[in-house]
């Protein structure tokens, strides 16, 4: 069974940046993904990581997210840089595989951890 604990978020100021970090525990995946869930939407993948270590991006973090990983530490980080009021979500890691090109979380969910960028 794979345990996610999620942390890092926080109340920042638009422009401004944080890291997240995800410690797992138990089987995982050979991939990676970052979610979030703004308030009354739906959850979205913001980012994911290869077992190669090839990255992708939602379009609107490209170029201001970084997802990296530490595999001897079983940990992932986002780091988020130039936050935006639209960054504001509770935010989620995951383990998968992707099945070609598409992502596919198999850890089932953390609590998540909130990020609120003010204006």
């Known amino acids: 069974q794979v345990r996610l604990v999620e942390s890092g978020g926080g109340l920042v100021q638009a422009g401004e940046s944080l890291t997240l970090s995800c410690e797992i525990s138990?089987?995982?995946?050979?991939?990676a993904g970052w979610y979030r869930q703004p308030p009354g939407n739906q959850r979205e993948l913001v980012a994911t990581i290869s077992a190669g270590g090839r990255t992708s991006y939602l379009d609107s973090v490209k170029g201001r997210f970084t997802i990296s990983r530490d595999i001897a530490k079983n940990m992932h980080y986002l780091q988020m840089n130039s936050l935006k009021p639209d960054d504001t979500a509770v935010y989620y890691c995951?383990?998968?595989?992707?099945?070609?090109?598409?992502?596919?979380?198999?850890?089932?969910w953390g609590q998540g951890t909130q990020v609120t960028v003010s204006s």
């Open positions: 138990g089987s995982i995946g050979n991939a």
């Open positions: 995951t383990t998968g595989t992707f099945l070609g090109t598409i992502y596919a979380p198999n850890s089932g």
